[in-house]
């Protein structure tokens, strides 16, 4: 299984971006698809994401300015971050917990990361 992001870059304060994230390979069930997020010298941490009945759960920082979604149909998620803040700086993992197959253990999948630099 392989997640592969795409979608960062540099912008300005109060600016917008939209961070993809597709899953391939041998996947039965994804459960959980989320964004984390971590910043030079800090730990990494939950942005946002979403369960199989589009439970969704963020961030208190992040909360009314970014928004997650997902395609089951693709295996993807999404992530439309507004407003951006210096504060956002980060770079962006996506993660999934994924099945691979009808019986059987859950396993946790990352992805590459992607550079998101908000700065004037």
């Known amino acids: 299984v392989q997640l592969v992001e795409s979608g960062g870059g540099l912008v300005q304060p109060g600016g917008s971006l939209r961070l993809s994230c597709a899953a391939s390979?041998?996947?039965?069930?994804?459960?959980?698809m989320g964004w984390y997020r971590q910043a030079p010298g800090k730990q990494r941490e939950l942005v946002a994401d979403?369960?199989?009945?589009?439970?969704?759960n963020y961030a208190d920082s992040v909360k009314g300015r970014f928004t997650i979604s997902r395609d089951n149909a693709k295996n993807s998620v999404d992530l439309q971050m507004n407003n951006l803040k210096p504060e956002d700086t980060a770079v962006y993992y996506c993660?999934?917990?994924?099945?691979?197959?009808?019986?059987?253990?859950?396993?946790?999948?990352w992805g590459q990361g992607t550079q998101v630099t908000v700065s004037s």
């Open positions: 993660k999934a917990i994924i099945s691979t197959a009808i019986v059987g253990p859950q396993y946790q999948y």
């Open positions: 390979g041998s996947i039965f069930s994804i459960y959980v």
């Open positions: 979403i369960r199989s009945g589009s439970n969704t």
